[in-house]
DNA sequence: TTGAAAGCGCTAACAA
DNA sequence: TTGTTAGCGCTTTCAA
């Protein structure tokens, strides 16, 4: 590496000596301090431009308690969701002069802990964003509280006091298409419930089927088929979409735990020869890129991926650090032709 | 920030005390440099392991020439090849010991300079990723240089000769795709060419034009319709897909320049009450989520996404730095139902 | 093969 | 409001 000899970039002391005041008052300006008179801030901003000078973030990190780094921490296949996360946390990072660390893992692997000691760690992220299914390992949370690692954590389901916690309001989503679908006429409903170690799962199982008793639907009229690591009736995608067409009745509306799993039921009806949604409504959650161009377009409810992002990272880039509380967010129903009754 | 004194975590000085040698011996063993005898390795590690330390990438960065941290520039919005990209660089990072810091501004922003001047230039990156189109800002690669960033250039259009590039094979599979659909029995084309800035649009039209014509295709069965920033007629998407449906003859067979734009091509034909692909073969490319859950589903050619984000960080990871050099990497054609002649 | 000294560029704490 | 001093935890260079 010769690279570094190529070019010196300016430090603080290059600039002070331009503007003729001490490195200290340098750094004041760069970091906002208050402390630092009109004119010599102006003659400060002066010498930045004229050397161009850009703070150098290791030795800032070093020195300082903060590295303006924060890490996200997944452990996931490829997912809309995700996708969007990734994407608004960067843009928001970058607003306030952070930079997104990415770290993704396959699913499936041993232990979080240990993917967090063997990689983020060394680089003293300020804080983490923590995604399910990683925000509810107890264990990686007692690790980063001993590292005194800030973290935010979406969608929780235990201990959800332990952090500040973002939710999408899962239950008005799952409520709100309820009653939709039972507008629109549609009587009997099976629920493709996800991993049900995502608190998602139980929150929109629930908001759904409760809406539709309120209703005045009969609890018969609704089938149940949930997603079990544990249970080896349903413990893949496949096998739950089979199950969904297993003792399935005529004129039903699936409401599936997200866009991924309906498409699936979707095409699964569609080789199955049914007419959507004339034989069969179908609706997801999530509002992905998928639900725009399936056949019928997708009925789902849209979360606020960008505002949750927004957020743990604008909690996470607070100082002092706010205490922990719990946010919620709201979410939408987007009405498209799954869910039409003909 | 009292989180810094809770645990002060352990550094090279304390381990060398515990392992009763110099701070500089572990540091030896911990960056795996040849010359430290078994025995004090042995030792070393097992100090390592005792305390629990993780060496502190910032003071590493300081001190070094190496921050181990790899940028990934994009101006996009989304796509699947991005998100790919993003996660397939993360764990290609994680692999090396190194880590990813994304960088995603939205389209259209004034200049690439000036975003790599407010954000990435700060960190200091062993390397940078350049998709299309940053890859082919000059003015952005010149103050890389003059920083003395390394970087790995995706499908880049401009002095392909200027860095390490990387391409998919996209003129392979332009070609598999017109043979593909000749052999079907298709025999008026359609070419929706993408933003022709993008190095592999041109590739992908000359080989997927050549290819038919070389199978005795007329000239005048193939209709050419180019996306153009500087063309007012199809600036836009929308307009790219109209255009296709204005003089469209019978049977003919659509190829878009991704996945994206064949599933818009796909929806427009919907609603215009064609048949597919009884009417209109449509096929696409990038083989995204997006064209497993279409109806019918999309043929389509797969880019090695993956494989060119593992040699982008291999390139970027490895010292000392490789001559630049041209990377190809094969793309497979993926026949699905929407290309059938019936 | 190992160790000692110097310093990377910044911030914290204190002094003026 | 500004300046001074002393490190942060590592790598580099040089010496043993």
Redesign the interface.
């Known amino acids: 590496?010769d690279?570094?000899n190529?070019?010196r970039?300016a430090t603080l002391d290059d600039v002070a000596a331009v503007a003729g005041v001490s490195p200290k008052t340098v750094s004041r300006v760069v970091n906002g301090d208050s402390a630092v008179s009109e004119k010599t801030r102006a003659k400060v901003g002066e010498a930045i431009a004229e050397t161009g000078f850009?703070?150098?973030?290791?030795?800032r990190?070093?020195a300082g308690?903060?590295?303006f780094?924060i890490g996200l921490f997944t452990i996931n296949g490829?997912s809309?969701f995700?996708?969007?996360l990734?994407?608004a946390?960067?843009?928001e990072c970058?607003a306030s002069a952070h930079?997104?660390?990415?770290?993704?893992?396959?699913a499936g692997e041993s232990s979080y802990i240990s993917l967090y000691?063997k990689?983020?760690?060394?680089?003293?992220c300020d804080g983490v964003i923590l995604p399910p299914p990683v925000c509810d390992d107890l264990a990686l949370l007692d690790a980063l509280d001993?590292?005194?690692?800030?973290y935010v954590r979406l969608a929780p389901k235990l201990e959800p006091e332990r952090s500040t916690a973002i939710y999408a309001d899962d239950h008005v989503g799952a409520a709100d298409l309820a009653r939709h679908l039972w507008a629109q006429g549609w009587r009997r409903f099976t629920v493709v419930v996800g991993p049900v170690d995502h608190a998602s799962a139980a929150v929109r199982r629930d908001a759904f089927v409760d809406t539709l008793l309120g209703l005045g639907c009969a609890r018969s009229e609704i089938r149940l088929i949930a997603y079990e690591r544990s249970n080896k009736a349903y413990s893949t995608m496949a096998q739950l979409v089979e199950a969904v067409f297993d003792g399935l009745r005529e004129q039903e509306a699936v409401f599936a735990f997200n866009d991924?799993l309906a498409?699936?039921v979707?095409?699964r009806a569609?080789a199955r020869g049914l007419d959507l949604p004339r034989d069969l409504a179908i609706a997801g959650f999530d509002d992905?890129?998928?639900a725009?161009?399936?056949?019928p377009?997708l009925t789902t409810v849209r979360q606020p991926v960008a505002e949750l992002a927004r957020l743990a990272v604008a909690e996470l880039t607070a100082?002092?650090?706010k205490p922990p509380r719990i946010i919620r967010c709201p979410v939408k129903l987007i009405v498209r032709d799954s869910t039409k009754l003909s």
């Open positions: 590496m690279a570094k190529l070019t970039r850009q703070i150098n973030q290791a030795a990190a070093l308690a903060r590295s780094l490829s809309y995700f996708s969007e990734y994407r946390a960067a843009r970058k930079h997104l660390v990415l770290e993704e893992y396959a000691e990689g983020l760690k060394s680089i003293r001993r590292d005194g690692v800030r991924e498409t699936r979707m095409l569609r992905s890129d998928a725009k161009v399936t056949w377009t100082y002092p650090a």
